[in-house]
Nanobody
Framework: QVQLVERGGGLVQPGGSLRLSCVAS????????IGWFRQAPGKEREGVVC????????YAADSVTGRFTISRDNAKNTMYLQMNSLKPDDTAVYYC?????????????????WGNGAAVIVSS
């Protein structure tokens, strides 16, 4: 049974940083394309960043390029999302996910499995 559990959400001031983690189980983590998406209140899901298991390439949405970084620790079956220079527009529930492909900025339609989400609120 595939499980993905996010940790690390919370309230942060604009310009601040936050790191989310996601522990995975039930599948071969080192062979999976992984990533994060988010959903803000009243908005559609948005792919944020993904990491390819094929060549370790990373692709991010234009809205977070240069600010958000994904990493993975295959020994711990864990992925991370480091978020810097946060803006109020980054407020959303963030979900870690497995993707069928990761060859460009992530598409929510390419997700296979995802967790229950972690809320991130950027506000002063």
């Amino acid at each position: 049974q595939v499980q993905l559990v996010e940790r690390g959400g919370g309230l942060v001031q604009p310009g601040g940083s936050l790191r989310l983690s996601c522990v995975a189980s039930g599948f071969s983590f080192d062979r999976a394309h992984i990533g994060w998406f988010r959903q803000a209140p009243g908005k559609e899901r948005e792919g944020v960043v993904c990491n390819s298991a094929s060549d370790d390439s990373t692709y991010a949405a234009d809205s977070v390029t240069g600010r958000f970084t994904i990493s993975r620790d295959n020994a711990k079956n864990t992925m991370y999302l480091q978020m810097n220079s946060l803006k109020p527009d980054d407020t959303a529930v963030y979900y870690c996910a497995t993707f069928r492909r990761c060859a460009g900025p992530p598409e929510a339609s390419d997700m296979d499995y995802w967790g229950n989400g972690a809320a991130v609120i950027v506000s002063s």
